[in-house]
Each structure stands twice: as C-alpha cells, then as structure tokens.
C-alpha cells in the first residue's frame, strides 16, 4: 500500500490529543444516598481524585483513537498498486454524435460516457497515460497524452455533443496510431454504437474495450429530406421526408411543415399532418405545396422522444429556372427527343463546339469529339478525352451485369434487356475522379463523377448502338442527368450539408471575410487570406446558416438525416470488417483508493461510538 | 391519638395476638402458656400429694375413684417479652416516605398488638443516643429537634413497656424517637440478644444496607433462641433510582465516595442487583426459621399488616 499523501500523517499528532481528554478527570454530579451498598456494580471507570488520572481501559477511548486513525489514513490517500504493471496508455474515445444526445440515461447518453470516463480517469495510476478523443463528424484531440488527472478531468468535463453523425473509423485510426508502439495500451470508446460504417474498418489487434451507454430506443426521427418540383404538377413543389420509427411498438406524432421566405420573414405553419408508425418502420411523407419564393423548408415531429436532435430538419427550395443545354451532335434524334421532353430545358443543337459552352449549364456530347471542351458539366456520350481518362479500349457485346441503383443518376431507370453492341471502357479501370454506375464483367460502361468543379458523366456507348433508346430507362436517365448535370441544382444541394460537415462555396471574386448568422441568432465573422472557396466547419449544430461574404449571400441547412444515428437501439457488440466483433464490456472501474472506504468506516465507528456513549449516559 | 396509626387500624389491631411458636419463657405473669407450672385455669397434670402440699388443689374426684390423693396442677401463664429492634441509623432518615416512619409506623403496630396481649414490648433502636454521641454521625431529624439526653431518655422508656394503659405513652416515646447516625446491625442485634434475660419475640426493622453485613446479628439473635421476624424497608429511590449521568455517589453514613456512570440502559442490571440481595436476605432468614418482609417504603402499611404478618402467622 502507498500514500498519494503521505504529508497527511502529520494529523496523527491529534492522536495525543485525544489521550489527554481522557487523561483529565470527568466532572461528576454529586448526589446523596442512603447506602452505596447497592452500587458497588456500577463503580465508575474512574475513581482518582486528581485532575489527571491514570488511563484506563476505555471502549469509548479505543472507538476514537479507531476514528481518529482511520480519518488519518483516509486522509494520506492510500492505495494498492496492484501489480508491478508496465506504465498504461488509455485512449478515451467520447462519442459526440447526436445520438449520444438521447435521453434515455439520466440526464443523457453522454452524461452517462462522461461519468464513466471520469471513473477512468480517477483509477488512472500515477505513471498512466491517458488520451481523451471527441468522435463527433470530425475526430478532436480534446486532450494529448498526459497523467494529470486535473487536466483530464477538465476536458471530459467540458466536452459536449454536436449534431453530427459519428465518424469513428478517423478515431480508430488515430487511436490506433497512439498505441501502436505502446506495449500496454487500451482504447476505451464510449458510445451507443449507433455508429456506421464499421465494417469497412479492420479491427486487427487493437486493444479496444467498448463500454455501451444507452438503455432503450424510444425514437422517431426524420432520416431523409429532398425537395424537388412535383412531377405531377409543375406549379408545385414536393418535399419528401422520410420518418422512421426505431422503438419496437408503434409510436404517433404530428408531422409539421413550415416555409420560411428568404427575406428574413417569420416562419409560417403550411401543413400538419398526423403519424402513426408501426414499430421499426419507416413511414415516407410527401407534402404537395405551392412555394412563391425561394425559401426554406422545414419538417418537425411533435412528440416527445428519446432523441430531439432528429425531430427536425430544413432544406433550402429554390424555385426552378431553365436549364440551357446544347447538344453537340451529328444527329440523334432519340436523344434529342428525350433531352426536350424533360420540363424546363432551353435545348440548343449544335455539331461542333468553339466557345467552351458559354452561356449553357451543361453540354451534351454525342460522340463528337469537340474543337474547344467545354468548362461546365458534360453529358458525353462515347467521346474520348485524354483529361478525363489515359486511354480507352473497346469492347463487343458487353453483358451488362451491375448498375447502381442508388445513385442519382439512375433513379428509377433499370436496365433489365438493355444489348449493346459495342462500348468504350476505361482501359486502366475506373479513373479516380469516377464513380462507376453501370458495369459490364470487363469494365464500367457509364461513369459519373467531378473533375475539378466540373461534373462529368461518361456513357461508353454509342445509344444508337443499343436497344436503350427503346427501353423507358433512357428517358428517364436523361432527366436525371439533366437534374444532376444542372448547376442549379447541383448548387441546391451543396447548401443542404449534414452536420458537422464543412459547407464550401465557390466564390466567382476573393473575399476578405465573411458573416454568419447560426441557427441560435448569434453571429460569427469569418477571416479569409482571399480565397476562392469559401470553407465553413463550424455546423456542429443543425439548423438554418445564413452566410453573407461580400456580394454573395447564401441559405444553407445543416441537418443529421442519418438513419444510423436515428437509430439509438443500443448495440451490445460492434461489428468490425467481416469477422470482428467487440462487445461491451461489463468492467466497471472503481476508484483504486482506499480513503472513501476508510472515511465510511469512520462514520460508522462514529456512529457507533454515539450510540455507545449514549447508551452509558442517558 | 397516635399519629403513627390511625384509629382504624388500631382498632383491627386489638383482635390481634401474637403467636408465638415456643412455650413463654418469661418469669413475669402473663397470658402465654408456659413450661411453668402454676395458677391459671388451664389444666397441666396430676401429681401424687406429699404433705405440704395446698389442699385446695386436691382433686376430690379422683380421691373419690381411687381412694388415693392427687394434686391437680395448672400451667402458669407468662408474658412474651417482644423485643422490636428499631433501625435508626442515617440511611434509615432517606426515601419518600421516609423508611424510618415507615419503621416506627410498623413497630407501633406490633408493639400495640403485644401491648393488648400483656406482653413486655421493647424497643430498641440503634444506634442509640450514646452511639451518637460517640459516632461521627449527628442527629439529623429536624422534625424533632430533641437534645441527646431527651434521646436517652426517650429511649429507656422504650426499654420496657406492658400493658395496654402505656399505648398511648409509648407512641408517643415512637413519635419522640429521631434518626442519624452510623448503626452497626450486627453488634447492635448481638448486644440485643445478649441483654435479654428471657428469650421470646424479635422484630428486626430495618433496611439491612449494612457493609458489615448481617448474618452474624441475626444468628445472634436466632442462637439465643429468639423467634426473629425480619421486615426489610427500602425507599423506591434505592428500588428504582430517577438520577442518571456520572455521578459522585456519597454515602450517608461512612461519607464514603462513589464514582458511577449510571445510564437508563442499566436499571435493569441496577434492579437485579437490589433483588440479588433482597433474594439473599430472604434466604438467609428463611434457612434459619426467620420470617422475612419486604416492604418498599411507600407501600400500604394494611397490607404489610393485616394480610402479609397475618398470613405468616406472626399473629393471628
């Protein structure tokens, strides 16, 4: 056993103290009696007539001198070294997603990690190291390696949850970067485990111990939001929410949808609809309003649940303006059919292209292979730029085999019977910029991506030389590109980020600075060394931004929309990769010090030692 | 009339006739049966006459019968000497009601009683006025504010009294009677039992609370052929004592110092220790053919008398 604070001995010199008071004589209350005959039983401890008197067996003494050591030794703070261990390397890893905000533990998941954590830091043994990391959208270093406890207890205590989705693979990577020349080091992550992406990390041999938080899943939550004009009605615009019910029994609420101009004018309530959500289902919304101005939409569940950072979410609705399009091609009737059948294009038909495409959002190129390339977003079709991939081969009769279905592009356009006779691929695979949508076993036929700012997607193939034309994806897949290749929209999409995500724009002039109003009413001032792009992380809290940097002034959402974080179903294991899994651990460090204990077992003999002297006395 | 008993009582009193289970050995005439043979009407037994014999004690029927003479002889009646042994020491003067009132309340009663029957009653209560003197102990009784020498006074009209006309005299010599003082039972009894020429009845009243102890009076006592009845009187503070803390108890009588710490936790260990040696008292007396009362000083002086000497035959 050893002393924190051995200094503390000092205060056995009370001991003495106390031997004296006993030393000294009790006063007694003389009394008058026929016969001390009968008393002879009751003869008192003491009988000497001097103020001192020779120290005698006294229970009441023992029960002091037993207190007053025990206050002593609580006092010096002493504690066991348990074993001759090499100096530890913790790594705390908080979980500072939204979910931690649940309030199923009192007062909240992240209360919760954070009192334990805090055990963690009061066992730490004085040559132990400890690390603390916020996992939050983005991995922060709240505390470097270090044994102060103090400090320590100061980071865990000021450290608070954001709005954001976790991201803990960054966590793990770092952590993993600390221990990994440290012969005796673990990772404690404290979390709900409403975390993704995991399996696309490698656990390996990570010394991870994973402590859950969280009791229940009681939560609807908005994981989706878009809005788009209604396809029905042009005039209209649809706003869909998606509302998921991760409890196991049905929960009710009122879905809410305001509209809030622009201009700065008051929020107004369009519509409130009520819900009623089986159990683990998702309920999808869609609300049919007519929008007069460029304004922001936001959805709201009513109900009381366990997690409030998902009852509500906002999205910036542009009213819609032609899209101008030229086609570049040597004739294709097909195609342009279906690029004027899509509502709202200005289409221009050219054969070759001179001026960059200035003037139009974006360019569709049928197989010409253009004099000047154009600087905006492309729709190629079978065309061939150095740029975008170092070389190409051919391919005959690929099968098609994969598509993504998911991506934007092709909503709801399949390719089930599509033959093509010949295709374009990328000879050396996907480039990186790319993303392939459609694959033969060979290679990727349709590529869709970003190069620099410039949206680019590649369709191998010649349309002609297919039977896609015939097929009602075709149609379909252009007005996606359409919607997808349009700036405007591309532009609506960029102020719609989720939280803890930077937002970036793109500044047609440097400016020096910038202002922004946050979703609480304060402001903060931006400082810029004139920079082309403007960069704002600072969106830990959901809700609407309002951005002003010189002439440009912008309204953008910052929103969870996670699904993965809606669901706070607390995890009893974590699932790494394909093969690991890590379950919580059920260890609960205690404080290694002894003095609490001995401080109670002081209250206790004091106690006792009130009940004995009373139980003589009275 | 006396302010020791009341008239009621007295009354009740009067029926009463102490029973003594030996023969009367006094040599005073009385109303007791005897060994002695004498006048009375109680016949005893016949004798063959030898001359000089009275003639009026020949029994004529028999001369009749037999043609012989007898003499027919009675038993002659004695007195019962009732020796009541009053204990008028310091601790006796403690209690409410005072166990010395108490005391002399019950030596009044038997004395009456014994007074009725023409039996010699003494009283003799110890210590006495020269003990005092001689002690460290004074005379503490403020209700009587007597000199030493009315004391002695008072106390050897006490020594022997008879018959019914000195009642009266006699409880007021009780009433006169004050306490204090350090006793010493055992030679107080001894001394007792020595002086007295005729053996007969002892009442012993007293608290017993006695350092030196008893035994060696009271066999005294027993040893000269006395038939003792013991009446212990103990106050119900000494019964159940109301002072608790850390006290310095001193006592009346040697002025001795006594340290205790006294807590309410401890009565009961406090009462077993009183009825340890009450319980001893008892069976101390009990082995010897003594009858034994315990009368807390409070308690109804009826009681004691009418029900509890009654049923002990101490007087029927």
């Known amino acids: ?618 | 009339m006396s302010k020791l008993l009341t008239p009621e009582l007295l009354r009740y009193l009067e029926q009463f006739q102490l029973l003594a289970a030996r023969r009367a050995k006094s040599s005073s005439k009385g109303e007791r049966r005897s060994r002695a043979r004498g006048q009375s009407v109680e016949f005893a037994d016949h004798r063959s006459y030898v001359p000089g014999d009275d003639f009026r004690y020949l029994d004529w029927n028999l001369f009749g019968r037999l043609d012989r003479l007898f003499l027919k002889l009675y038993e002659e009646e004695r007195e019962l000497p009732v020796r009541i042994f009053l204990d008028a020491s310091e601790s006796m003067t403690f209690g409410e009601p005072r166990k010395f009132d108490f005391a002399r309340q019950v030596a009044a009663a038997i004395g009456y009683v014994a007074l009725c029957g023409f039996d010699r009653v003494s009283v003799i209560p110890f210590p006495n006025a020269e003990a005092r003197i001689g002690g460290k102990g004074e005379i503490s009784n403020i209700q009587h504010p007597t000199s030493n020498a009315q004391q002695s006074a008072i106390e050897g009209a006490l020594r022997s009294v008879r018959g019914k006309k000195s009642s009266m005299q006699f409880f007021a010599n009780l009433n006169a009677l004050a306490g204090g003082g350090g006793a010493d039972l055992n030679e107080a009894l001894r001394r007792g039992a020595l002086e007295a020429r005729h053996t007969g009845l002892a009442i012993v009243l007293s608290d017993f609370l006695d350092p030196a102890g008893y035994e060696a009076g009271l066999t005294a006592l027993v040893g000269r052929g006395f038939q003792v009845n013991c009446v212990q009187i103990l106050a119900p503070e000494e019964l159940a004592p109301s002072t608790f803390g850390d006290l310095r108890l001193v006592d009346s009588e040697s002025g001795g110092l006594q340290e205790v710490t006294f807590g309410r936790y401890r009565m009961k260990a406090y009462q077993q220790t009183v009825q340890n040696f009450v319980q001893r008292l008892r069976e101390y007396c009990t082995r010897r053919g003594m009858n034994f009362f315990m009368a807390p000083s409070n308690m109804d002086l009826q009681d004691l008398l009418l029900k509890q000497l009654r049923k002990a035959e101490v007087w029927g």
């Not at chain 1, 032609?322 to 086609?327: A, E, R």
């Not at chain 1, 033969?440 to 191998?460: D, H, M």
């Not at chain 1, 204990?597 to 002297?613: D, K, M, P, Q, R």
């Open chain 1, 1 to 618: 056993m050893s002393f924190l604070a051995p200094l503390a001995f000092a205060f056995a010199a009370s001991i003495p103290v106390v031997i004296v008071f006993y030393l000294l004589k009790r006063k007694r209350v003389v009394k008058l009696v026929s016969s001390t005959l009968l008393w002879q039983k009751f003869l008192a401890d003491t009988q000497a007539s001097a103020p001192f008197q020779k120290l005698r067996k006294n229970w009441l003494l023992y029960l002091q001198l037993l207190l007053l050591a025990l206050a002593v030794l609580a006092l010096t703070r002493p504690y066991f070294a348990t074993e001759a261990k090499p100096a530890q390397l913790r790594v705390v890893i908080l979980d500072g997603s939204a979910s931690m905000q649940a309030t199923d533990e009192s007062p909240a998941r992240f209360e919760k990690a954070r009192a334990e954590a805090l055990k963690w830091v009061d066992s730490l043994e004085p040559t132990d190291q400890m690390i603390v990391l916020l996992a939050g959208a983005n991995t922060e270093v709240k505390q470097s390696a270090t044994s102060e406890k103090a400090a320590l207890r100061r980071v865990l205590q000021s450290a608070a949850p954001a709005d954001s989705p976790t991201r803990l693979v960054p966590a793990l990577k770092m952590a993993e970067s600390l221990v990994r020349d440290r012969r005796s080091a673990e990772i404690h992550l404290f979390s709900d485990g409403a975390i993704s992406e995991l399996s696309e990390f490698e656990l390996k041999a990570l010394p991870l111990i994973f402590h859950k938080v969280g009791q229940r899943a009681d939560n609807l939550g908005i994981t989706a939001l878009d809005v788009r004009a209604n396809p029905e009605d042009a005039t209209q615009r649809a706003i869909y929410a998606n509302v998921v019910n991760v409890a196991s029994n049905t929960l009710s609420t009122d879905l809410e949808l305001y509209f809030q101009g622009l201009g700065g004018e008051s929020r107004q309530l369009l519509e409130t609809r009520p819900l009623t959500v089986p159990g683990q289902q998702t309920a999808p919304q869609v609300f049919r309003v007519s929008q007069a101005k460029d304004g922001v939409f936001t959805v709201r569940l009513t109900g009381k649940d366990d997690l409030a950072a998902d009852n509500e979410a906002a999205i910036v609705s542009l009213l819609p303006k032609p899209v101008n399009v030229l086609l570049v091609t040597r004739g294709n009737r097909l195609l342009e059919k279906a690029l004027r059948a899509v509502a709202n294009v200005n289409l221009a038909v050219a054969n070759d292209l001179t001026d960059a495409g200035a003037g139009f959002d974006f360019v569709v190129l049928d197989g010409v292979t253009p004099t000047d390339w154009p600087s905006g977003n492309v729709l190629a079709f079978r065309v061939v730029n150095p740029n975008w991939m170092e070389s190409v081969s051919s391919v005959d009769g690929p099968v098609i085999v994969d598509w993504k279905s998911t991506h934007p592009l092709l909503r709801y356009a399949g390719f089930d019977n599509v033959q093509i006779v010949q295709s374009l691929t990328p000879a050396r695979g996907t480039p990186p910029w790319a993303i392939s949508i459609l694959e033969a076993p060979q290679a990727p036929l349709i590529l869709a991506g970003e190069l620099g700012r410039q949206r680019l997607v590649w369709v191998g193939f010649d349309p002609l030389e297919s039977n896609w034309p015939l097929r009602v994806s075709f149609p379909i897949f252009i007005a996606n590109a359409v919607d997808w290749l349009n700036p405007a929209s591309a532009k609506s999409a960029q102020l719609l980020v989720k939280a803890g995500d930077p937002f970036r724009l793109a500044l047609a002039e440097p400016v020096k600075s910038a202002e922004v109003k946050l979703p609480d009413g304060k402001s903060t001032t931006l400082n810029f060394e004139g920079a082309n792009e403007l960069v704002f992380g600072d969106t830990a809290k959901q809700g609407v931004y309002h951005l002003r940097a010189g002439t440009n002034e912008v309204t953008f959402c910052a929103n969870l929309l996670d699904a993965n974080e809606s669901d706070i179903r607390p995890r009893d294991e974590l699932k790494f990769g394909e093969y690991t899994r890590v379950e919580a651990t059920t260890v609960q460090r205690t404080n290694m010090e002894l003095w609490r204990t001995l401080a109670a077992i002081g209250l206790v003999v004091l106690l006792f030692e009130w009940w004995w002297y009373h139980r003589r006395t009275v």
